[in-house]
């Protein structure tokens, strides 16, 4: 066999998809033998589901495959310095796999750069691939595109940067005949240049165009030859009929499991794979032999800087071109902020407690008692300084009123418990029949029987399974005993604050005594905004670019994972700066114009 130079060497490759033991199991290349000769047109056909892009795949090394060998370019694809991934390859995948906010202009441009392409080369190599291809206008984005016109510019992309192996999966589906036969002349030219060219198609009398034809069928090559020697074998006018024949023929002969041989019946001894040993490859037969200093390119060193610089282009220019994205950005802070303002983390208003007054119950007047405007729940008899005091339930339950928490009345305490346990109110309240006369002995007295301060003793139950709920409520009972006792110790002309709680708190230090909890949870929730908005833009041009194959395709032109991450998180970096001045200047200002009372610092910032 003649010995020339192989691009790319399959040796008894299998790849399957998911496990033997499960139904979705799905052997794809089954032993398969495929040599492609340095500077030709490889074409390979196969109806649709053979496994021709699972095979290019594990050329350019996306893809690895269950057992058997591939070497690409004189090395394992993946492999440290073998430039495929990467700059010595180019891949066209079936789909577009450009992103749709690009203009044509960029799809290409973005290529380029990440291939370390020097301005001018890209500029003159651009307007070269526009006029062979016919491309849209260069400021047309890729979306605004029909289907056959963004094949054309994700070709280009595939050729701007001059490969050594160009890889196309079906580039000319959709394209018309002039177009396509332009192309067709184009790859023989940069064949004859030594770029080695494999293409699949569908239109299988376009491959006669091509050097040689492997003809795979259910995982297996059915064939390799060139297409007149093809067209000889088979005794046939056109290729299409060929590969008819070969696929009658492979399903005269009984299946066999795909783990045996590769099928070498169905293929005509003088078409059968011509590799079927590790002798017959002229050239390599291990990657060590194969990463020969003749093989490793020149122009391989990493280009990381360049990649970097493209996958940043790339993302500001999606990022800035995506107006629904842009205005969530914006807005969606501001919203986020705005709502919880006006929903969350306010007190709590209007709560209702269940209250049993036993004193009231047992007055002349029933429970109305408070509400008839001539009682006088405190009378002071001056000759005597002594106070009556009468239903002084009343006033609790008055100045609980002040203090935003409204009494619904209940019979007994049973009761008023069960609705604190159904979660119809948040508490119950309980007042002793003879509370008035208690508490007046209590204060007057202070040292009293244990019964005495049992009914000058106001019973609570409160529900805590809402921790916001119950802080308040107990601030507010709080709040109603201090306003009651300095109101009932006011009307007996004693010093209001004869019964407090021995504890005074003083002015605060920063911040005002009442504040309210949304100042607390404010920056908390600005700091998860700050960095959950990120995580999600993030997020979704990852799974974007995913979906849309560009992320595959980016890979393989050799940028790596790690780098648009690292653009990504710097990207964002930059957003949250942005955000947190933001936050910084509304607050500085908040400051400025709120009262001195919540906390500012420092303090000089605070309006006086
Ligand atoms: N990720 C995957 N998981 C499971 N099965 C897959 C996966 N990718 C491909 N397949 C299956 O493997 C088989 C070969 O798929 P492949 O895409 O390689 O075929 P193809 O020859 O390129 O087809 P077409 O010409 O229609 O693009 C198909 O049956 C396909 O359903």
Redesign the pocket.
Known sequence: MAARPAAVIVEQACKY??RPDKP?F?P?LTQLNLTVDRGIIYGLL????????????CIVGRRSLDSGNVWVLGGRPGEKGSGVPGPRVGYMP?DIALVGEFTVRDAIYYFGRIYGMKPAKLKEKFAFLSSLLDLPNEGRLIKSLSGGQQRRVSLAAALVHDPELLIL??PTVGLDPVLREKIWEFLSEVARGGTTVII?T?YIDETKQAHKIGL?RD?QLLAEDSPEELLRKFECDTLEDAFLKLALRQHEIPRRRPTLTASPDVIPESAAVQYQSREDFSVVTSSTDVLTTKDTPKDCKDKAKSRYKAVFIKSIQQFSRHPGGLIFSALFPIIQIVAFFSAVGHDPRHLQLAVVNDETASSPFGLDICSNSSLVPIKRIEEDDICQQYMLSCWFLEELEKNDIFQIPYNNTEDAKRAVSTGELYGALYFPQNFSEALAARVREGDVADDVVDDSTISVWIDVSNHQINNFLKRQMHRTYSSFTKRSMRACGRHEDLVQTPVRFQDPVYGKMDTQMVWFMAPGIMITIIFFLPAVVTSTLMIGDRLEGVWERSCVAGVRAREMLAVHVALQAAVIVLQVATYIHAYIHTCRCWPCTWRCRPPSLCCR
């Open positions: 998809y998911g979705d799905k794809v196969g109806p649709s589901g053979c496994g021709k892009t699972t095979l290019l795949s079936q999966d079906e699949t569908h795979l995982g």
